[in-house]
């Protein structure tokens, strides 16, 4: 399964599913191209030996567990990439606040780190209500995507991952290490936001901001141009003498 909109140091690429294997190939700047392989499915035994190595190299104590029915539970790190406000439902907020009412709007330090313990049957989409709840936040999830991101010979590949993907695995597959594999929740991008996941009051404080943005940059030209016009003048005033 290919997943579209991934980017490789920031550019446009294809992505593949978590257990296909990354191609470094760099071809004169150009986006890569990656062959995709047939899905592993991992026997239990098979995922008890992962288990084991994973746990080995664990350095921060947040290891995974195997239980008895298959399934596997452990901690998955998730770095918080918003640029927008949240809404939180109380006074839970921390942060710069943007208005105050039964709902308040915060911004999350850049940058801000959260864990979660979940198992391997969780998806990306039960994984983001997980930590929009942890926060008492009001937004709808539909507006949030979850995003890995991969780091192979110096290059690094950012990639948006399918509401129906299992970030354990990933993680399992990948390893403890961050510097491997990372995991980022970002809103949707521009191309690609679900306006209708949002309410009528959060669109009109869109449209004043665009509105407030669009006369701050008609000042800002205003100004330039009249500064343009004052030296013109000023040259034209010095050249031309009245004799």
Known sequence: MVHLGCRRNGKLMDCLAPHDTLDPSYNNGQDVQKEREPH????????KEKIQSYNSSVTDKLKMTLNANGIYTGFIKVQME???PITVQSSQSQGRCAHSNNETAFYLPDGYVNTLHISSTNTVREVIEALLKKFFVADNPAKFALYKRCHKEDQVYTCKLSDREHPLYLRLVAGPRTEMLSFVL??????EVMWEA????ELQNF??????EENEQLQILKKRYAAYRDKLEEALGGVWKPG
Do not use: A, N
């Open 40 to 47: 592993v499915y991992l026997s239990k035994e098979e995922v």
């Open 82 to 84: 918003l640029c927008r």
């Open 186 to 191: 970002r809103e949707h991008e521009t191309g």
């Open 198 to 201: 949002f309410s009528i009051p």
């Open 207 to 212: 449209l004043r901001i665009l509105d407030k």
